[in-house]
């Protein structure tokens, strides 16, 4: 099992920029697939981005052209950076391990999840 906590929630204004992070332990991070997923109040939690263990990644549309996902495998940490957020993307973000090096869309791929971390924008 690995344990995921993010970090870098807030409250901004639309328009603005926010990075969250999400630090891994336990069972090595190596050879994971990492996602970030979010969830706004009355909505099922949905896909926003993952990464690969490669590196590849891949994107929501609502999201594409202002997120960016990396990651650094030295520090066991993967981060999201939001730029030219909108009223939209308010929700609590969680980040997400899988079990395989390939990175998916789906929800049900992911076994290992953080607390979650709130993101508010205000318009």
């Known amino acids: 099992q690995v344990q995921l906590v993010e970090s870098g929630g807030g409250l901004v204004q639309a328009g603005d920029s926010l990075r969250l992070s999400c630090a891994a332990s336990?069972?090595?991070?190596?050879?994971?697939?990492m996602g970030w997923f979010r969830q706004a109040p009355g909505k099922v939690r949905e896909f926003v981005t993952a990464?690969?263990?490669?590196?590849?990644?891949y994107y929501a549309d609502s999201v594409k052209g202002r997120f960016t996902i990396s990651r650094d495998n030295a520090k066991n940490t993967v981060y999201l950076q939001m730029n030219s957020l909108k009223a939209e993307d308010t929700a609590v973000y969680y980040c997400?391990?899988?079990?395989?090096?390939?990175?998916?869309?789906?929800?049900?791929?992911?076994?290992?999840w953080g607390q979650g971390t709130q993101v508010t924008i205000s318009s």
């Open positions: 990464i690969s263990w490669s590196g590849s990644t």
């Open positions: 997400a391990a899988r079990r395989s090096a390939a990175a998916s869309r789906n929800r049900s791929d992911y076994v290992d």
């Open positions: 336990g069972r090595t991070f190596s050879g994971s697939a």
